[in-house]
Nanobody
Framework: QVQLVESGGGLVQPGGSLRLACAPSGTIFSITLMGWYRQTPGKQRELVATITTGGTTNYADSVKGRFTISRDNDKNTVFLQMNGLKPEDTALYYC??????????WGQGTQVTVSS
């Protein structure tokens, strides 16, 4: 089964930047929505940002002005540029994609840790 593969997580100091990338392990047809979610232990997974095929974006209030989502439709790849990182951004970040049949794909997650 095709999965999404994330990369780019790591340890960064407060105020620093990271860029996450996500691409499918195989072919996925008719992807419509792509996005990023995050989760910390004991909490529900929460939306970080989404982007449609047409480029319409949506962000969680907590990351507006600091994070930027973008995508390459030809390669079904989505990116998350994270600037001004804060300790509260520490989480496991998951990539998500949905196709025109409303089938959902998820990645395994990439850890982002913001600490001095």
């Amino acid at each position: 089964q095709v999965q999404l593969v994330e990369s780019g997580g790591g340890l960064v100091q407060p105020g620093g930047s990271l860029r996450l990338a996500c691409a499918p392990s195989g072919t996925i047809f008719s992807i419509t929505l792509m996005g990023w979610y995050r989760q910390t232990p004991g909490k529900q997974r929460e939306l970080v940002a989404t982007i449609t095929t047409g480029g319409t974006t949506n962000y969680a209030d907590s990351v507006k002005g600091r994070f930027t989502i973008s995508r390459d439709n030809d390669k079904n790849t989505v990116f998350l540029q994270m600037n001004g990182l804060k300790p509260e951004d520490t989480a496991l970040y998951y990539c998500h994609a949905m196709n025109s049949a409303f089938f959902n794909y998820w990645g395994q997650g990439t850890q982002v840790t913001v600490s001095s």
